[in-house]
Structures are given as structure tokens and as C-alpha cells.
């Protein structure tokens, strides 16, 4: 739809706006009167000798004044003017009240309905001019911002529809639900963007042969939130699957070193030109039949052991205090591993820092802490009823405050499923069983 022109007065001059308008008036000689005084400035007038028929020519075609009479037959101007206010189409058009009552309270009473001015009979030619003008002003100033504003909500809207169709592409690389249950025996997933697209993202590959599996876990948060996150979860996620599935790298401290490479490459930051920061937090997990070996990136690993329904003890295992990916110092950036052996049930927990830096309507923040004592009090539960009661203490800590970061927490029960016969080594995706 082509944009209307933007009048702008010439150098030393008043520009003279002209409109259409609706005489609302009984009187033919008074809307004769009216309607020659206003085409000769060059306005173009519709005549209208009683209320109804008014309201439907207004509702017809658009006006940009009207001026109604308050004494007429059958439906009154006090009528005319509620009609007109009620109106959701109608109710920006200026009215100007022309009537021979000179009482106050008419006066009062048009205004307060809505009028934007009232003249008296017989009129002054020269006010009723003035005023017309500065209504047409008023209403060109009001189609202005109305434009404006539906201009700003049609961009919004292409904006959101691109953001939603992002969505659907983070989402379509993220692991299928179907290839979660049938790897992990039992496990809770909290999952939520601050926006509609994460910088945080999860990611799990599979290596099976004849005689072992063996597992990949990651979560991952990105610098930022939103779209430029989402861009890195999709950078990290393609880069993991290429140095796992391609490369058959399966060293977790060897494929953060893979990885953060991977990022600078992509972002060109290992060049004495580049300013970009950007990286990623991770924590790292492969599971064999008997061991856990971790290497993380800013990010610790949290890892209960039970046996049957007694805990043991909460461990948190820290990562590396260098993020993959950014601006580097050192020649090389190496991370380390921690081999955790089990023989007995283990739920271990991959975070990023959302759920613990979200804050309450006091500004306080839940803390790690706080999520370690939930991790703690519920770990005696099935996953699923552990997830709920996480929820359901973040929703009442937050209250309406509104989420500060994405979040996920990806917790894993211990051993694995062992329901893999039909499963082949490989990612695949959350949308569609695409295989990496």
C-alpha cells in the first residue's frame, strides 16, 4: 500500500488543508448556505438533513469533519453525537456543533460527549473557517499516527513471523523428544527461551557398535538471548554434530577445544581485525556402561548418587573457567576431563545459569544454591515428578517478574536405557527424525 504524501507549508506560508464533510442539519437553507461558503475553499461537501440518515452516510465513505445540528426531528444532534462516539470507526471524526441554543449547559453537555467545538447560529463565516481548519489540522495529524502506528504493527508482525519461523528452524535441530525416551532410561528436560527463539540449546549424539554405546550430553548458552543467541545455538549444534559424527572425535575435553575453534573459525575471530566476543558456555558429558567423563566450559557439572531411595551426597563438579569461542590471549585453549566411574543410580544435571539468575519482584536472585537444595530434596523422585516441582518453585519465586535469561536444565537418570536395539548411531532432529 503506497504511503499518502506528507503536506509540508511552502517558505513563508500557511498551507490551507481542505477535507471532506458532512452537513448534518433539517434546514435546506442552512445547508445551502453552509455547503457554498465551504466548496468555494475547495472542501467537498455531503449534505445529510436529518440524524439517521447521517450516521449511515458516515458510515459509508470516510469524512474528515462533520458538523451537526442539535435541533432536528426524529434523532436529536445530542443522538447523532453518541451514535457517533460509540462508534469505533467513527469516533476520531472531529465534530463541530452548529445550533441557535445559547445555553451553557448545551455547550457543556456536547463537549463532555465528545465535540470537538461548538459555534452558534447565525454563524460567523470567518470562525466557522478557522475552526474547520484547525479540526482538518487536528484529523490529518490523527490519519498520520494512525498510518504511522499501522506501519510500525505490519513491520512488528513481519518481524514476529520471521522470529516464529526461526523458531520452527532452532527447533528442528534440537534432539528429538521419541530419540530422548529411547536412549535415557528416565530424565527431565526444562526447556524455555526468554524470547521466542534460545541462546541456549541441548544437544545428545549416540555411538553404539556391537559391543558398547556410548552417549554425548550437552547444554550449551550462547552469548545473548533472542535471535543472536538462536544464531549461535545453531552454530554450536551444526559444529558439535561435524566433530562427533564427522571428525569421530569423542574426547569431551578434545571436542571443547574442536568446538571453540569451530566457533572463532565461523565468526573470524582468530583474526587481528575482529572484535566480535561472542561464545558459549558448556557443559559436556559422554556416559560409557560405567563411567561419566565431563569437560566443561564455565559450566559445572551436578551429579547425586542414590542408592534405591537413599541419596548420598550432592557433587558439583566445575568446568573450566575459559567460554568456547571469543577473543583468545593464549596461543591454544585447552580444556580438561573428569572421569566420574558408578556402579550404582546416578542423576546428574547439565544447567545453564538461567534458573539460578532468575530474580523475584525484590530483585533477589534464586541462587545456585537454592536449586541445589531442590535437586537435592527431590531426587529421591521419578523425573517427571522432579520437573514439576522445579517448575513449580520457579514460578513462585519469579512471580510476575518477568524471565532475565533463557533456561534449561537437562537432568539424566543413570544407567542409561538399554532399549537401543532398533536405535543407530547418529543426532536426530526435535522436528523431523533427521539424522545427522
Known amino acids: 500500500m503506497p504511503e499518502p504524501p506528507t503536506l509540508l507549508p511552502l517558505d513563508g506560508q500557511t498551507v490551507q488543508f481542505t477535507g471532506t464533510i458532512l452537513i448534518v442539519d433539517d434546514s435546506r437553507i442552512n445547508r445551502f448556505v453552509l455547503s457554498k461558503l465551504l466548496t468555494g475553499d475547495g472542501h467537498v461537501v455531503v449534505p445529510a438533513e436529518h440524524g439517521r440518515q447521517a450516521l449511515a452516510v458516515a458510515a459509508s465513505q470516510p469524512f474528515d469533519i462533520i458538523l451537526l445540528d442539535i435541533v432536528m426531528p426524529e434523532m ?98 534440537l534432539p528429538h523428544r521419541t530419540f530422548l525416551d529411547t536412549v535415557l532410561n528416565d530424565y527431565l528436560l526444562i526447556y524455555r527461551p526468554k524470547d521466542i527463539v534460545s541462546g541456549d540449546f541441548y544437544w545428545m549424539y549416540l555411538v553404539k557398535n556391537e559391543l558398547s554405546m556410548t552417549v554425548f550430553v550437552a ?37 571443547l577445544e574442536h568446538l571453540h575453534d569451530g566457533v572463532q573459525s565461523a565468526l573470524g575471530q582468530n583474526t587481528n581485525t575482529s572484535s566480535a566476543q561472542d561464545g558459549m558456555d558448556v557443559c559436556l558429558c559422554r556416559f560409557d556402561e560405567t563411567t561419566i567423563t565431563f569437560a566443561g566450559a564455565r559450566r559445572p557439572l551436578l551429579l547425586i548418587e ?67 537444595e531442590l535437586l537435592w530434596e527431590t531426587s529421591g523422585l521419578p523425573m517427571y515428578e522432579q520437573k514439576r516441582i522445579l517448575l513449580e518453585n520457579l514460578q513462585t519465586f519469579q512471580g510476575k517478574e518477568p524471565q532475565r535469561d533463557d533456561i534449561t536444565v537437562f537432568g539424566i537418570q543413570l544407567p542409561l536405557s538399554v532399549a537401543t536395539d532398533s536405535t543407530t548411531s547418529g543426532s536426530f532432529s526435535m522436528l523431523w527424525n533427521l539424522k545427522l
Do not use: W
Not at 447523532?80 to 471524526?93: I, M, W
Not at 481548519?133 to 484529523?139: I, N, Q, R, V
Not at 552469548?223 to 572425535?249: C, D, R, W, Y
Not at 534405591?308 to 557433587?315: A, M, S, T
Open 219 to 255: 547444554v550449551a548458552d550462547c552469548t545473548g538471548h533472542g535471535v543472536p543467541g538462536a544464531f549461535m545455538s545453531m552454530i554450536g549444534s551444526t559444529l558439535l554434530n561435524q566433530i562427533v559424527g564427522e571428525k569421530k572425535i569423542y574426547d569431551p575435553a578434545l571436542i
Open 306 to 372: 542414590t542408592k534405591g531411595r537413599k541419596k548420598q551426597e550432592l557433587v558439583e563438579i566445575k568446568g573450566s573457567r575459559k567460554t568456547v569461542g571469543g577473543k583468545q590471549r593464549d596461543e591454544s585453549r585447552m580444556f580438561h576431563n573428569v572421569e566420574i566411574p558408578y556402579d550404582e543410580s546416578v542423576q546428574v544435571f547439565l544447567t545453564t545459569d538461567g534458573f539460578s539468575d532468575q530474580s523475584n519482584p525484590d530483585s533477589e536472585r534464586l541462587g545456585s544454591r537454592r536449586l541445589k
Open 76 to 173: 436529536d444532534g445530542y443522538e447523532v453525537l453518541a451514535a457517533l462516539k460509540a462508534d469505533p470507526n467513527l469516533r476520531h471524526v472531529p465534530v463541530i456543533m452548529i445550533s441557535g441554543l445559547e445555553e451553557m449547559t448545551s455547550v457543556i453537555r456536547c463537549i463532555e460527549m465528545g465535540a470537538e467545538d461548538y459555534l452558534l447560529k447565525p454563524f460567523n463565516a470567518m470562525l466557522l473557517k478557522a475552526r474547520i481548519s484547525a479540526c482538518l489540522e487536528k484529523k490529518r495529524l490523527h490519519d498520520e499516527l494512525v498510518r504511522q502506528r499501522d506501519f510500525i504493527e505490519e513491520k512488528n508482525k513481519q518481524i514476529l513471523d520471521s522470529i516464529r519461523y526461526a523458531e520452527r528452524i532452532q527447533q528442528a535441530i
